[in-house]
Each structure stands twice: as C-alpha cells, then as structure tokens.
C-alpha cells in the first residue's frame, strides 16, 4: 500500500517563474492539504482540498492555488514566484470522517533563484 | 491568536539518557495536540496526539506526552534516547472541525551523541 507521493523530489526555478507540484494520496483517502516549510522553520497550512474544491486556506496570498481531480490526486500552482517561495512543500492526505490523522509525503523541495 | 511555541532549538543528549521536549500552546479551546519527527529527507511522522481523556499519550517508538492545561503545554518525553532519534521534533495543535488544519512549532532538533 503506497503512502502519499509527491513529485517531483527537487525543483529549480527563476523568479516570476510558475510551478505546478504534484500529490497522490493514500490509497483510500480523498482529502488532500498543502503546507509549506521553510528552511528552520515548521509547516504552515496553505490550503485543503475536498471533493474537488478548495475547503479552507491559510493565510498565503493568491499566487498560490490549487486543484483536485477526481481521482483525488492534488496540484499545488504557484505563480509568479519569488525567492522567499522557496521551501519543501509537504502534501498530506486523510479520509473525511475518519478518527485516524493525516499522512504526510515526503515533499518537494523548491529553490527559487 | 492560536500559536505553538518550542522553546529549545537544539537539545544534544547521551544514548540511553532521557529525554523531555517543551511545546507550549496559545489556543482558545481545548486543543487538539499532535506530536510529529522529521528526519532528513523525509515527511512528517505521527508520534502521538492527544485529543481527550487521560492526560498522559501514549506514542510510538516508546515516546509519551503529557498534557498540563494549567501550564498550556504538551511536552514530549522518552526514558531513554537511542541514536535512531535524532532527528526534527514539532508539536501541532489542531481544532475539532479540521484536525487536518495544523499550526505548528518551530521545531527541536534532537541531536545524539553515543
């Protein structure tokens, strides 16, 4: 059973660029969050996303969005890219209504140059 | 406002000597409180969480965690350390209606000499 992926492992990329990253949950599980980690730092919540739509966000500015497809596999876009968007951003996946917590991916891991 | 607070960086211990990791919290309800490890390269690993009831969790890898509403706190605990645990430690808190919402501490890193 193959725990939540992420893709890909590392990213290079240039301000005001776009990036698109990649998630598959849990097998079993259609929830899917975003958090972002900066380097020293804990995770911060940037949004969850549940039968297709985006259910709550954290307080990250709309230069970052996002998408579940039906499969519930997730992308997290971000636009216009600055070099404090760098981070490893950390998918998590769970069931809703279920008492067991979230899984979390291993990550990826972007520098903005 | 809700926030976690790790008051200890970096904490350097002994194998085999014990351990205890501060996590202080700022929450308007009961909190939902979570323990995780991040080792290098990886993602976030449930140690433990408390939600309700005993007071006193229970995790794995022979870590436990006490919940003191007085203090506010949730410090993490192991009677004694072994090399494998060196690693990142946060601690989360959580609301009921998404335990999936975390706010998180900055973090501990846990170093281990032999």
């Known amino acids: 059973d193959a725990g939540v992926t992420q893709s890909p492992t590392h990213l290079i990329k240039t301000r005001g660029q776009q990036v698109t990253l990649r998630c598959s949950p849990k097998?079993?599980?259609?929830?899917v969050s975003w958090y972002q980690q900066a380097l020293g730092q804990g995770p911060q919540f940037i949004f969850q996303y549940y039968e297709e739509e985006e259910r709550q966000r954290g307080n990250f500015p709309d230069r970052f969005s996002g998408h579940q497809f039906p499969n519930y596999s997730s992308e997290l876009n971000v636009n216009a890219l600055l070099l404090g968007d760098s981070a490893l951003y950390l998918c998590a996946s769970s069931l809703e209504g279920s008492t067991d917590t979230q899984y979390f991916g291993p990550g990826t891991r972007l520098t903005v140059l | 406002a809700q926030s976690v607070t790790q008051p200890d960086i970096h904490i350097t211990v002994s194998e085999g000597a014990s351990l205890e990791l501060r996590c202080n919290y700022s929450?308007?309800?009961?909190?939902?409180l979570f323990w995780y490890v991040q080792s290098p390269g990886q993602g976030l690993q449930l140690l433990l969480k408390y939600f309700s009831g005993d007071t006193l969790v229970q995790g794995i890898k022979g870590f436990e965690a006490e919940f003191k509403r007085s203090q506010s706190s949730f410090n993490l605990r192991k009677p004694s350390v072994h090399w494998s645990d060196a690693a990142e430690y946060f601690c989360a808190v959580g609301n009921p209606w998404n335990t999936d919402k975390l706010i998180f501490g900055t973090g501990t890193r846990l170093q281990v000499f032999p």
């Open positions: 929450y308007g309800a009961t909190p939902y």
């Open positions: 097998s079993g599980h259609d929830t």
